[in-house]
Nanobody, 115 residues
């Protein structure tokens, strides 16, 4: 059974930092491209960052220079380090695993940036 579980969300002040973590089980993790998506309140889900099986990374323009995605194939985890957080970063953040037409996602973790 495949499980993708996000953790690390919470309330943080503007300018603060937060680290999200995603643990995947039931898949050959090292073969999957891993991504973080987010869905702000009242808006559509959007891609935040992706890390390939080779470790190459891509970021949405709105997080470049502030967020860092990383993976640990030994632990089957992918992290999203978020710095300089803004109120507009408030969203539910989702982890996603993709290999060809195989797609798996988690239930999400809430991040709220507010003073």
């Amino acid at each position: 059974q495949v499980q993708v579980v996000e953790s690390g969300g919470g309330l943080v002040q503007p300018g603060g930092s937060l680290r999200l973590s995603c643990a995947a089980s039931g898949i050959s993790f090292r073969l999957y491209a891993m991504s973080w998506y987010r869905q702000p309140p009242g808006k559509q889900r959007e891609l935040v960052a992706t890390i390939t099986i080779g470790g190459n990374t891509n970021y949405a323009d709105f997080v470049k220079g502030r967020f860092t995605i990383s993976r640990d194939n030994a632990k089957n985890t992918v992290d999203l380090r978020m710095n300089s957080l803004k109120p507009e970063d408030t969203a539910v953040y989702y982890c996603h695993a993709r290999l060809g037409d195989r797609n798996y996602g988690g239930q999400g973790t809430q991040v709220t940036v507010s003073s």
